[in-house]
């Protein structure tokens, strides 16, 4: 059976438009900004190409997620690991003995990203805090359509953090659920629905820092994004001092000087914080848009000619 041209260019069109839309999932790219190593933790199903892996200063790394994949990611730090892989790491830990964690998740207090891919042709993305915190931590939205807004928590609040919160010797965290674990804090129990828990007194304090990030439990309304055909970075220590450089004052200027890049410009002008508050998501989306534009029309004048 001979096809015609119509017929052929509307499965071209098709074609192209379904992976502009990103349909084979979406590109993770992890970015460590931070003054010293980081070790990305990865929980999810299916499996990525790793599950922990070292990234040095300056470093960065890829991993493609197909669709319907659900997880978190999360950063590891002060780990040691001899020559065979075998270690711990201060915080974030996920207690498999291993750079690799195998299935497990990270032991609080470990700022945590977490992302399911589309569902219902949606991805739905948050940084949560409700497992504690120990590193900055920013998600970029690249392409796609929809609200797709930036999210994160760029403050290091392991400065902020109260006397009864702290571990790991001033380099991480809890929340308050996992320092008294009581069900007021953690929302179970008779607290187990978002009309009886509000969020604690620490809760806030972790808003207040983090405005777009999960503070507790039942914060989903201001800390919960959702994007179609996106791809991702996380980005560890984003375009600010690291906490190396916020326990040492002199190196402070020189962290932030010089970086040049698009984290630290809308960080330095308050557009950022801006774009985080109101949801704009308009950076990076045109392109985007305008390609899925380009395909369509160049679409219609070739059925045009061929009909």
Known sequence: M?????????????????????????????????????????????????????????????FQAPTGWSGRFWGRTGCKFDGSGRGSCATGDCGSGQIECGGAGATPPATLAEFTLGSGSQDFYDVSLVDGYNLPMFVGVR????SCAPTGC??????????????AEGDACKSACEAFGT???????????PAVCSPSVYAQ??????????????????????????????????????????KDPARSSE??????????????????????????????????????????????ICLSHSL
Not at 143 to 146: A, I, K, P, Q, R
Not at 183 to 193: E, F, H, K, L, R
């Open 2 to 62: 001979i096809m015609s041209a119509g017929l052929f260019w509307m499965m071209i069109v098709s074609l192209l438009l379904f992976f502009s839309r990103g349909a084979s999932g979406a590109t993770f790219t992890f970015v460590n900004k931070c003054d010293f190593t980081v070790w990305p933790g990865i929980l999810g199903n299916p499996r990525l190409d790793s599950t922990g892996f070292e990234l040095q200063k300056g470093g960065s790394r890829s």
């Open 143 to 146: 392409g796609g359509s929809g």
């Open 154 to 167: 760029v403050v290091d609040l392991n400065r902020q953090c109260p006397k009864e919160l702290q571990a």
């Open 183 to 193: 069900p007021q804090y953690c929302c179970s129990g008779a607290y187990n629905s």
């Open 205 to 246: 304090m972790f808003k207040s820092a983090c405005p777009k990030s999960y503070s507790y439990a039942y914060d989903d309304a201001t800390s919960t994004f959702t994007c179609t055909g996106a791809d991702y970075t996380v980005t560890f220590c984003p375009s600010v001092p690291s906490q190396k450089s916020w």
């Open 255 to 300: 962290a932030t000087e010089g970086s040049g890049s698009g984290e630290t410009a809308m960080l330095a002008n308050g557009s950022w914080l801006a774009n985080l508050a109101t949801g704009d998501s308009s950076r990076g989306q045109p392109g985007h848009q305008l390609l899925q534009i380009a395909i369509i029309l160049l679409a219609t």
